[in-house]
């Protein structure tokens, strides 16, 4: 599987005020999205384009269009946080919905939402989730994205740890990992550490 770090001191900027405790909701809400600016800038380096032919007010011209926007698929409730800047960078992308809670006793994934294409053949997919804990939430979202027979998918991450890149490793299935940092390890309760708490409750306050 491919894991591309986005390593820049405007990603590490913002990622240590999404780090920092004394962060209040408004400006982690402002840090999340300008980073999801530099991963999905990233996540698109190699995207095929095709050719438009324009007129410039001199000229003609053959300029560039992305060939495939990709469908971005935010997984509720923390990837909602990355949608609208996802959305402004790829504004011809069609958006999809996973929703999946997290239960706070076993830490397994618990669905409740999934708003999706029917057929994904052909489509590269973004799955958006700042973070890849045990991997669970975003290995059930991949489960239902191959299940529509897509073969081009893309963890847009803000921090991994390294248990959730094992487990997107050994499903096999095709997915690439971008993402801001691969952190040391979860703890007892699958928080990720050193990690910046609980995405959700960062963005929107607590349950
Ligand atoms: N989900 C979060 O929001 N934070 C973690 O550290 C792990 C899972």
New binding site residues.
């Given amino acids: 599987m491919q894991v591309q770090i986005v390593d820049h001191p405007l990603a590490a900027a913002r990622l240590t005020t999404m780090r920092d405790k004394t962060t209040d909701n408004a400006a982690f809400r402002a840090a999340l999205s300008d980073l999801t600016q530099m991963l999905v800038y990233e996540a698109l380096a190699d995207a095929p384009t095709a050719t438009v032919s324009i007129e410039t007010p001199l000229t003609a011209f053959d300029g560039a269009r992305l060939a495939t926007p990709p469908l971005l698929v935010p997984v509720l409730r923390?990837g909602l946080g990355m949608v609208e800047q996802a959305h402004a960078m790829v504004p011809e992308a069609h958006v999809g919905f996973v929703g999946v809670a997290?239960d706070e006793t076993t830490a397994e994934p618990v669905p409740y939402l999934e708003s999706l294409p029917d057929d994904l053949a052909s489509l590269p997919v973004f799955v958006l989730d700042?973070?890849l804990?045990t991997g669970g939430s975003m290995l059930h979202t991949i489960e239902l994205l191959v299940a529509r027979n897509a073969t081009d998918i893309t963890a847009v991450c803000v921090?991994a740890?390294p248990e959730g890149v094992a487990a997107l490793e050994r499903s096999g299935h095709p997915v690439r990992l971008v993402v801001a940092a691969v952190d040391e390890r979860?703890d007892e309760t699958?928080?990720?550490v050193p990690?910046?708490?609980?995405?959700?409750?960062r963005q929107f306050g607590p349950r």
């Fill in positions: 923390a997290r700042p973070m804990a921090v740890a979860l699958a928080y990720i990690g910046l708490g609980d995405a959700g409750d």
